[in-house]
């Protein structure tokens, strides 16, 4: 029998790196800007500009989507560039997997996403769940982590840099429905994500902090 296909958007940054690793015996497709080295043999690395994504995606019919895209709009460089990551893209390749009959799409958020807020950053976040909602995938996971602790590529973000100093004092003071606030590891959040896909039970569910942690264990 075929094993159902996985698909992953963001293999390059933290959890889509860990996504990676925890995969075990698990094939992937990873779908990527540029080159990756050193990856497990099991998985096909498929190379192309983002905008072609969407019809890749489509082309590829995966049963799972998974997108652990994500940037900050210091890194991005501007609002719009932000947006075009972390909202444009994600929803491009959403409708490319829709064509194709994908089942399932699980996608790493962020705690506090609200399409209301006045955060644009997690405005836009909340805007792109909203939109994933409305492609009426029979499976939809959204994983809603704090800050993420582990090791990253590229250059240290300051400001990250500097939460994860303060987290364990941080995360000591967030109780009760607080909890969702705490930092949680990009390992973490992989390994949940790994135990998601392949689900049977249709419907959105929203993982956040202790969720993921049940799911990871």
């Known amino acids: 029998m075929t094993t159902p296909s996985t698909l992953l958007l963001g293999a390059t940054g933290m959890v889509g790196q860990a996504v990676i690793a925890q995969a075990g015996d698990r094939s992937l497709t990873i ?10 043999e099991q998985h096909a690395l498929l190379v192309a500009p983002p905008e072609r994504w969407a019809d890749i995606v489509a082309v590829e019919r995966p049963a799972t989507l998974v997108s652990c895209l ?6 991005a460089g501007s609002k719009a560039a932000f947006r075009a990551v ?3 893209l ?5 409708r490319g997997a829709r064509m194709a009959g994908t089942r399932q799409m699980i996608v790493v958020s962020s705690v506090g996403a609200s399409a209301k807020s006045r955060n644009f950053y997690l405005k836009t976040k909340g805007e792109t769940e909203d939109g994933l909602r409305a492609l009426g995938f ?4 959204i994983l809603r982590p704090g800050l993420l602790m582990g090791e990253r590529a590229g250059p240290t ?3 990250e840099g500097i939460a994860a100093a303060a987290a364990p004092l941080t995360d000591a003071l967030l109780h009760g429905s607080l909890r969702r606030y705490r930092s949680i ?3 973490t959040v992989a390994r949940a994500i790994v135990a998601l896909i392949g689900i049977a039970q249709p419907g959105v569910r929203i993982h956040e902090n202790d969720a993921m942690r ?3 264990d």
């Not at 779908?31 to 990756?36: F, G, I, P, S």
């Not at 994600?90 to 959403?94: S, V």
């Not at 029979?138 to 996971?141: A, H, M, T, V």
Request: glycine fraction near 10%.
């Open 70 to 75: 994500g940037t900050t709009i210091r890194q």
């Open 86 to 88: 972390d909202h444009d």
């Open 157 to 159: 973000r300051l400001g």
């Open 90 to 94: 994600i929803l491009a390749a959403a």
């Open 31 to 40: 779908l990527a800007r540029r080159e990756m080295e050193g990856l497990p």
């Open 138 to 141: 029979e499976r939809l996971d």
């Open 214 to 216: 049940r799911l990871a």
């Open 185 to 187: 590891r990009g390992e």
